[in-house]
């Protein structure tokens, strides 16, 4: 019921392969800067201000499933699971040998890590 009939057919002719979402945002914009071109708007704070309010509400569509948000992880989050798998794959592959089980060429091994602690 937001859309008219001739804007609903717009919309849907736009050949988009995103989520269209943003179109009605655009259309406001341009319909708002319009506005204030031609007086109906009385100065550039208004402006100002009603497009804060349209963002306003449209930022939690572009964050919700629907929209076309892809989180990209942040690099803290990229470099502490990097280390996270390193010190653990170091400290499984780094393992001595039992000496009780007789391996040939195997001694007992008690040294501590370092590099892998770091």
Known sequence: GFLTREERRRLEGLRSPYNKF???????????????????????????????????????????????????PCPQEVVTIAVYTFFLTCLVGRQFLDPAQGYAGHELDLGVPVFTLL
Not at 46 to 65: D, G, H, N, W
């Open 22 to 72: 943003w179109v009605p945002c655009v259309w406001f914009g341009a319909l708002a800067g319009r506005a204030r071109r031609e007086g109906r708007i009385g100065d550039d704070c208004a402006l100002k201000l009603l497009m804060e309010e349209v963002t306003m509400t449209m930022s939690p569509v572009s964050l919700s499933p629907g929209g076309d948000h892809r989180g990209i």
